[in-house]
């Protein structure tokens, strides 16, 4: 199992290392110290404090001119807002200028970053075509220059978008090749990561048994996420083992409760009121998807949120 990193002692590290370049350092010095905040917030789960972090890093790596330090600052910060609270809108105008900044450098690996931003972000405001079209360049830049994790991601993202547009077959055949291009890296927990979010997709589909063997695959590795343990309340619950999908529903709601991407916490609550109303238990859905529909408008996921308003009138208004 691989050893977790302390993210005290790493702020420890970093918060010196910061003390000392400020006297002592340089520019670059003050960067790389900030970057290793950064992750030290990441490490320790705190998206807020991981963004302020990276954003003083990319200032001291502007005003140290290195190039390579710019280039991983854009990256840091797009990626901390994109999976944070900063809202779609702002993060849209971030990754234009980081895309115009990576065109005037003639930098492709920063275009297609930029780009991977598109899949995501447009699609959540029903813009699937704006969407799709940055998702297909990015990954074409990805294939030119052999980056490898770019077009697994890339793949990831327009599952993402492909269950927002409501085809969870598009969403499964990105997320296969997300999972081919991750196994030919040899990254086997990314591997266990896409399949976990394919089980989700397929229990969209209604194949609850292979959702279900992809669940029992990945758990040694993601039994413990908040994703993974909604996607396996929903299996349990298609199953009419209500008591327990409950249980592992209420799991999965706690333990997003604390973290700062408020989309996946949207997510798994919407996921939470499929298993409560399964179960009965109307106002317990109702109250769950509340809560998605709150967390949807604050990131600005209209789309998202729409389709949460929707569900939570249906429950007011059930079918006679």
Known sequence: MQQRIDPDALRAIARRSIEVFERLGSEADLADAWQL????????????????????ARRHAIASGDLRRQIDAWNEVGGSMLFGRTP?????????EELEWGREHGLASVEADALLGGPYLYSRLGRFGEA?????????????LGIRYGLAEAHSAGAQME??????????????GAIDVAREMGASRYVSMYRVHLARVLVAQGRDE??????????????????WLAARALVLARRGAFEEA?????EAAAGSSAGDDITQRATILTDVAEVLRAHGDLTGAGEALAEAVALHEEKGNVLPAQRCRELLAALASPAR
Request: charged content about 35%.
């Open 210 to 227: 292979h959702a279900s063997a992809e669940l029992e695959e990945t758990q040694d590795v993601y039994g413990w996420s908040p994703f």
């Open 37 to 56: 905040m950064g992750i030290a917030e990441l490490n320790a789960g705190d998206r807020r404090a991981h963004l302020l972090a990276v954003q003083q």
């Open 163 to 176: 269950m927002l547009a409501g085809d969870p077959e598009a969403a499964e055949r990105e997320l296969r």
């Open 132 to 144: 799709r079209e940055r998702l297909e360049r990015s990954k074409e830049l990805c294939r030119e």
């Open 88 to 96: 779609v809108e702002e993060v849209l105008t971030f990754l234009d």
């Open 246 to 250: 409950v249980a592992v529903a209420r």
